[in-house]
């Protein structure tokens, strides 16, 4: 990847400055819709638990979330400090006081209703729906003042590290960790973060059917991705963080072959495999 040039990083800069949630002004004071449209990622946070009844409402949050067919293919495993120290000895990534692991679980569907094998099928519809109840849950806690980060990488938290999660929790076949997410109090007097790079909405939600997006707006993306990320981490290298992206994908499929589709040495076995 190209360096940005000074003129580059600066316009780049600019713009994910500049940039702000689009809603019509009719709608715009919505507080359902602006708690959806500011929440921010956040990485730091204060050393305060969540509060008993704050936690019980964020996976009740979870628990509520819209599903395919009402089939609720997750399961929530929530971690305090300890608790998550205890289970993968390390401590609970970003210093957050609580975490909920998300788990996209079809065993209990398929325990319920005898459906056929379907690994494939099984694995997105899991996915799916996990990933549906992770986002209402970060949202529960925006609403209710709280920060949230979902992790999926960091500290080994998610599906890039899911065959080594599956082996240390003892999970059974068709139950996948996805992503983690960690909750707590934002630090006091900090602005709340910028909007990351997001394409535009004529590049997402295209008029009159799908096409390829414009090369000019994925390259004015691409800048602005390399600028904020340059920015964030003390002018560290955008394209050495993609190269170690891309090892830890090689590293993950292999795991996810296994645990999804049987694949792998322990395959003809009997492994955890077989699909979701």
Known sequence: MERLTKR?????????????????????GNPLLRTILERRTRRRFRDEDVAPDEREAILEAGRLAPSTVNLQTWTFLPFD??????????????????????LADTRRARRAFEFPAAPLCDHTVGVMNASLAAMSMVLAAEALGLGSCLLSETGKTGF????????VLV?????????????????????RPVMPPKLPVE???????????DAAVLAAWRRQMQAGYQAATGGRSFAGQLAHYARRIGEAEAGLRRLVLGDGPDAAAGGRGKGL
Not at 160 to 167: F, M, N, P, V, W
Not at 171 to 191: C, D, H, K, N, Q
């Open 8 to 28: 580059q990083l600066v316009a780049s800069l600019a713009r994910i400055l500049a940039a702000r949630p689009r809603a019509p002004r009719s709608v715009a």
């Open 81 to 102: 400090r300890e608790q998550w120290r205890r289970t993968f000895s390390r401590p609970l990534p970003l210093g957050a006081p609580w975490a909920v692991m998300i």
């Open 160 to 167: 890039y590290d899911a065959a080594e999660l599956a082996d």
């Open 171 to 191: 999970l059974p076949a068709g139950v996948l960790p996805l992503v983690t997410a960690v909750f707590g109090r934002p630090l006091s007097g900090r602005p």
């Open 203 to 213: 590049a997402v939600a295209p008029a009159g059917g799908y096409r390829d997006a």
